[in-house]
T-cell receptor, first 113, second 112 residues
């Protein structure tokens, strides 16, 4: 079945540091890939997505590239801010015929001034 | 659109009582998901519906949990009887086919 594996947290970085959160997946077909973010006390919201191989999703300075050859979708940001402190979830959807979204376990990021 | 709307936002109840959580998905979305989030187990999928029909309820922890979707604009998750270990944040999410999911703000349930 489908699965998503994220690097375990928590991750603590200083402001303006470079961020990478690793995500690899196992899926049938041609999945779409997503990163969601959950700020304290809130629901999950979509951060970025990529629907086919070599696509790059980007939003709010975050980027992730859909790498089919390595089955990865790593999240990166060049300079994190305190306001980026949140839990980040990698997720996939297998495509036509599948209703379910499969989520990773989440990675908690804390950015300190 | 107002997004996915969940009610109540917070619920405190005594052990043994019935609890009903409510969700209004985004209009036009054809899939609806119920998730539970705890510190220990993270985000767990409980059940999901497509076109109001339950597709997979294998994540429902036990018979005390039940979910319904009587029409395209409303779903409930019921726990009867509730237990302290059911304390968690419960999220509802909806989506159109092959698109991302949109989450509600969640219901924080505390069973004392």
């Amino acid at each position: 079945g489908d699965s998503v594996t994220q690097m375990e947290g928590p991750v603590t970085l200083s402001e303006e540091a470079f961020l990478t959160i690793n995500c690899t997946y196992t899926a049938t077909g041609y999945p779409s890939l997503f990163w969601y973010v959950q700020y304290p006390g809130e629901g999950l919201q979509l951060l970025l997505k990529a629907t086919k191989a070599d696509d790059k999703g980007s939003n709010k300075g975050f980027e992730a590239t859909y790498r089919k050859e390595t089955t990865s979708f790593h999240l990166e940001k060049g300079s994190v801010q305190v306001s980026d402190s949140a839990v980040y979830f990698c997720a996939l959807h297998s495509g036509a015929g599948s209703y379910q979204l499969t989520f990773g376990k989440g990675t908690k990021l804390s950015v300190i001034p | 659109d107002a997004g996915v709307i969940q009610s109540p936002r917070h619920e405190v109840t005594e052990m043994g009582q019935e609890v009903t959580l409510r969700c209004k998905p985004i209009s036009g979305h054809n899939s609806l998901f119920w998730y539970r989030q705890t510190m220990m187990r993270g985000l767990e999928l409980l059940i999901y519906f497509n076109n109001n029909v339950p597709i997979d309820d294998s994540g429902m922890p036990e018979d005390r949990f039940s979910a319904k979707m009587p029409n395209a604009s409303f779903s409930t998750l019921k726990i009867q009887p509730s237990e302290p270990r059911d304390s968690a944040v419960y999220f509802c999410a909806s989506r159109e086919t092959n698109t991302e999911a949109f989450f509600g703000q969640g219901t924080r349930l505390t069973v004392v």
